[in-house]
């Protein structure tokens, strides 16, 4: 007797879940390996406004959503310069673009991503997501958060720049030097989707 | 038996973590998210010192957890601190908050390998929870506005015979 009211508790936890937890499933929207990503014109600290169209030479852009603010982002800060650093030269440029709200994060205006820039001396462009349109088109969740893509904009690879934000040392992993390796010899990268903790983009509600 | 096991780790009400509550590998982890056989409902809410909306709602948890004390319901404050922050800014932070729900801190950093098995449509980003009794489960990204959004997002494993 108990273990059927047990049951029937457990249908109606099942029906009451199915009912409030459906508009709550993150929506399946942005980006996906294999798609063609959108291009855009966006602020830069250097004072351009940057497209994608602009890097008439590139092989592919490592696109960054990226910002201050979050830790995350900070501890990921000079591997993504050193990354453009290295792969720029070979046709891989970073391309960072901020997508936070500033009213919500102040610390991520776009005067301060400015300062941070020039203190940083960033080599890439460091864009402002002005209006908050291009990080959901991309099905940016994090920062930081990257999309890889080849010449054509087609998305190859999503996620993490390496395989711990902790601890540099004990990387096994340099997940995007690997995706751009496996593109230029004509394969798909393996893995072409990871996840890793970060932090939230801040939207105004 | 398990039981005791759980009444071991997870110690709550002292404000400050113990050596077992900190999980150094996923694995080790991982059992707080299968305890299916029994009809307590756990509350694993995932967040960080570093994270503001984190912070914001952590007492939206403490209210939960007082508002069903009656209830058979565990609430874990899980960390993702990280490691180099656990003395640092964790543990002030936890003998300051002096929290009622039990607190976890989670430093393995192979998150490729356990974001997925936490919930396949998670992000990665902070903060995150999962609700679960039994086989149901529930799971959200992003913080919850005020403590009623997350009563109601609660509310379907806790009807009046309960």
Known sequence: ?205 | MQKIWLLLVLTTGLGSLKAQQVFESFDDFAPLLERTQTDTTYVINFWATWCGPCVKELPYFEQLNRSLAQRKVKIILVSLDFRKDLETKLKPFLAQRQFSASVAALVDSRQQLWIDKIDSSWSGALPATLVYRGDVRTFKEGEFDDFEELQQFVLGFFDPKN
């Open chain 1, 1 to 205: 007797m108990k273990t059927k009211t047990g049951l029937g508790i457990g249908f109606f936890a099942s029906v009451l879940f199915l009912l409030f937890s459906f508009p709550q499933l993150s929506p399946v929207t942005g980006l996906k390996v294999g798609d063609i990503a959108p291009d855009f014109q966006l602020k830069s600290t250097s004072g351009k406004m940057v497209t994608l169209k602009d890097y008439k030479t590139a092989k592919g852009y490592i696109v960054v959503f990226t910002c201050n603010t979050c830790p995350y982002a900070q501890a990921y800060e000079q591997r993504i310069i050193d990354l453009h650093n290295k792969m720029e030269p070979m046709g891989w440029p970073v391309v960072a673009i901020m997508p936070n709200d500033p009213s919500v994060q102040p610390g991520d205006g776009f005067d301060r991503m400015t300062e941070r820039a020039k203190q940083k001396k960033y080599p890439f462009e460091y864009l402002l997501d002005e209006g908050q349109k291009i990080f959901p088109a991309y099905g940016a969740a994090r920062t930081p958060h990257v999309f890889l893509l080849d010449k054509d904009r087609k998305v190859r690879y999503i996620g993490a720049i390496d395989d711990n934000a902790d601890d540099e040392s004990l990387i096994t992993r340099r997940y995007v030097e690997e995706a751009i390796a496996a593109v230029e010899k004509g394969n798909e990268p393996d893995p072409s989707l990871t996840k890793a903790v970060g932090c939230m983009i801040k939207v105004k509600k």
